[in-house]
């Protein structure tokens, strides 16, 4: 029988490249199985880098599941502690209940050593492994545990199909032998910027201590020059105080970029990667260490199931690509905080606390406030909740003359369902535009109501270019009023630029009509989907005169309809998105080029909407803040598009991002587009909306407690579920003023019992 196809129920000769923990975790328990295993390393037994290792309850579970042996001995080892001190300007704040376990690396390998030899995993250290290939032909299983710069993965990458990316920090290992009280986090906002220190215990008597910060900051720092002990030196007296005025000292110790590593697949043939070789985690929400075991036992386990070698790793993949997906989503989000971290210095203190600690959208609100009641509450009083019985989402907020009851949107949402193709709304839309409104959302938005009958989308979208149409929409705007009393009633006007004359969504989304086509119009003759899409004609002097007299003359018409609030659509690669995205935007006159050119036009409606909607309602701008393309708009010309609609009069900016070009690339997940949302606030003071894959209350609570977004807009579940945000407050049993219970639906206000299971 080849190698790799043996059954599993035979014994196995397993052959683990690399000695860390990761790779003598997975000998041990494959010796356990039966199986006989050797392990090669490089390095010396007693050699290590780093100094602790951070366990979760969760992963020793799993250790104590698999071996007790091992688990006996961690537990006689292990500092464990609940609290997170986190240092911010001076003011110490501590948030408990956490549950850390730590152990120092050494130790833990002479554990492993223990354990592998006495079940005869065969230890080959000091000794460099043999080509992969060599030993899967030799072999029957090939874990390769060597790491984040794995020979193995790179002698196999065209079957890996890896792909690295490098942060933008620079961070430093080292130690103090001394052990901390806690996790700490402590900003030092130095002459040359902010620098970071995460440390924690791993000893009785010593602590791990990472020292981080920006690239352009170790630069100007001067620290890129400095060896280890001038490293260890500098960073001991940044941070004197946390120290206590006690030395740090190094373990081959270096200034590294943090990689994240992700591969297409983990096995080719009978070879497997695990750990860093397989995937990386930013270490912020924890140590590499932690999944490398996870990975272990959950090879482990694949082999004792499946019947033959490739069967088990196709389960071991199939089982932790997606855990291991989620910590990296995480960890991306972490990184990315740390790395932005001189913007949210001038939080106040239990503001950034806040923040840090769910910088990773794995710890929420709720879970916070299970941890440690007592912190999150005073978090929420700073915030202004009005008492510990309003949740953060049910907050008001005011915006010029407008005071919207709590912080919950419903979000634009195309329906398609004009009447006859005439841009008039009609019955369905005062069905579902009432339905929301009587859900308990502070605000209901409509879907972009087109400027023109060439601005539409489609023949189904709606528009305000006529006297009937403004009729409908008075008639919608009355009923929201008067039944559902409190509730704001947006509208966004749009023009729909290269993406205009195209097939219902569920026809065919973007599709051109297969007739009765009109022509398309753009900043400039680019295609929204090449050879697809019409060509759009590029907008004269004359043309862009007209379209801001049409979006004028919508505006005066919303304010007639009785609408609280207006909206401008300037994203998603609608025509004024498309002036300001470098991608759709080729023009050679006053409204091309750098950007300032290119917010020209956009600008000019913005004011010309501004100057004829009443002076005491608020208007706001949706934005595209990345078109997920290379060469699309930066993150700083986000930032900066949001403080020139800002400076123009704009209430907020609701920060969208994407569907400029077809082409784009989006990093979806939970909350995915909320960071672009934070950047603008926390560098420039505006109230932002924040949108994208929002769906839970917890994640709205959270998001505005840690002054990500001053309101959340929620679309999707609205569809699933008319009445969220009124069930949103029945779930944290809310019954204030912020969300009340039309009068006809009170008999409902309560969760059914459920029935017997």
């Not at 990458?157 to 620079?170: E, K, Q, V």
């Not at 005066?556 to 998603?572: I, Q, S, T, W, Y």
Request: aromatic fraction near 8%; glycine fraction near 10%.
């Amino acid at each position: 029988m080849a190698a790799g196809t043996m059954r599993v129920g035979s014994a196995l000769r397993v052959a683990v490249v690399g000695g860390g923990p990761g790779g003598l975790y997975a000998a041990a328990l494959l010796a356990r199985q039966g199986h006989t295993v050797e392990v090669w390393e490089r390095n010396a037994p007693e050699d290590t880098f780093g100094f602790g290792v951070v366990l979760s309850d969760e992963t020793l579970g799993g250790i104590e599941a698999a071996d007790t042996v091992v688990y006996a001995a961690l537990g006689a080892e292990f500092v464990r502690w609940d609290d997170i001190d986190i240092v911010h300007r001076g003011r110490l704040l501590t948030s408990g209940g956490h549950g850390f376990a730590a152990i120092g690396r050494r130790r833990l390998l002479e554990i492993l050593h223990e354990r592998c030899a006495g079940l005869g995993v065969k230890l080959c250290f000091r000794t460099g492994a043999p080509a992969a290939a060599l030993l899967a032909a030799s072999y029957d299983l090939v874990v390769a545990a060597d790491g984040v710069h794995s020979p193995t993965r790179q002698s196999g990458a065209a079957h890996f199909r890896p792909t690295l990316t490098s942060g933008h920090c620079r961070y430093i290992w080292l130690a103090a032998d001394f052990a901390f009280d806690a996790f700490r986090f402590e900003i030092a906002e130095t002459e040359h910027g902010v620098m970071q220190l995460h440390a924690y215990p791993y000893s009785a008597d010593a602590s791990t201590v990472i020292v981080e910060m920006h690239e352009k900051v170790w630069r100007a720092a001067g620290l890129d020059l400095c060896d280890e002990d001038e490293s260890a030196a500098r960073c001991a007296k940044i941070f004197s105080e946390a120290l206590r005025g006690r030395p740090l000292h190094g373990n081959r110790s270096a200034w590294t970029e943090f990689r994240t590593v992700v591969n297409e697949r983990w096995s080719h043939g009978n070879v497997v990667l695990l750990g860093d070789a397989a995937h990386t985690a930013h270490f912020s929400i924890g140590s590499g260490t932690k999944l490398a075991v996870e990975d272990a036992l959950a090879l482990a386990e694949a082999v004792a199931a499946q019947p033959d070698v490739p069967a088990a790793l196709a389960a071991y993949e199939a089982v932790r690509r997606p855990a291991v997906a989620s910590t990296q989503r995480a960890a991306a989000a972490s990184m990315r905080w740390f790395e932005e971290l001189a913007g949210y210095v001038d939080q106040s203190a239990r503001q950034f606390a806040f923040n840090l600690l769910t910088r990773s959208r794995r710890v929420t609100h709720d879970n916070l406030r299970l941890r440690d009641e007592r912190f999150t509450r005073a978090v929420e009083r700073d915030f202004g909740c009005p008492d510990e019985d309003t949740p953060p989402m049910f907050t008001p907020l005011k915006l010029r003359g407008l005071t919207l009851r709590n912080r919950v949107v419903v979000s634009p949402m195309d329906m398609y369902s004009a009447q006859d193709g005439d841009g008039t709304p009609g019955d369905f839309h005062l069905v579902h535009l009432g339905a929301r409104a009587l859900g308990g959302a502070a605000l209901v938005m409509t879907e972009m109501v087109c400027v023109s009958a060439e601005g539409r989308i489609t023949p189904g979208c709606t528009g305000l270019y006529t006297a009937e149409q403004a009729a409908a929409w008075t008639r919608i705007a009355d009923f929201v009023h008067t039944s559902a009393p409190g509730t704001a009633l947006g509208v966004q006007l749009g023009h729909s630029g290269p993406k205009g004359s195209t097939r219902l969504m569920w026809e065919g989304m973007d599709d051109p009509l297969p007739e009765g086509n009109w022509p398309v119009v753009a900043a400039s003759d680019t295609p929204y989907r090449p050879g697809v899409s019409a060509v759009p004609r590029t907008l004269t002097a004359q043309d862009l005169a007209s379209i801001r007299s049409d979006f004028a003359a919508a505006a005066v018409r919303a304010a007639g309809c009785g609408f609280d609030l207006l909206e401008l659509h300037c994203a998603h690669g609608y025509l004024l998105s498309g002036f300001l995205s470098p991608l759709t935007n080729h023009r050679t006159d006053a409204y091309g080029g750098p950007l300032e050119n290119r917010l020209r036009f956009p600008l000019e409606v913005f004011d010309a909407v501004r100057a004829v909607w009443p002076d005491d309602r608020p208007m706001t701008v949706r934005i595209s803040a990345t078109d997920w393309a290379p060469g699309g708009t930066s993150a700083q010309d986000a930032v900066d598009i949001a403080a020139a609609f800002a400076a123009h009069g704009a209430d907020a900016i609701d920060v969208s991002t994407g569907q400029v070009v077809a082409d784009e690339a989006p990093e979806y997940g939970r909350s995915y587009q909320t960071p672009y949302a934070d950047r603008i606030r926390n560098a420039l003071g505006v109230p932002v909306i924040a949108v994208g894959a929002i769906s839970s209350w917890d994640d709205v609570n959270s998001l505005l407690l840690a002054g990500r977004a001053d309101l959340c807009a929620v679309g999707r579940p609205h569809l699933y579920d008319p009445h969220w945000t009124l069930h949103a407050a029945a779930d944290q049993s809310y019954a204030g003023p912020a969300a009340p219970w039309p009068a006809p639906y009170r008999a409902g206000s309560r969760k059914p019992p459920a029935g017997r299971g």
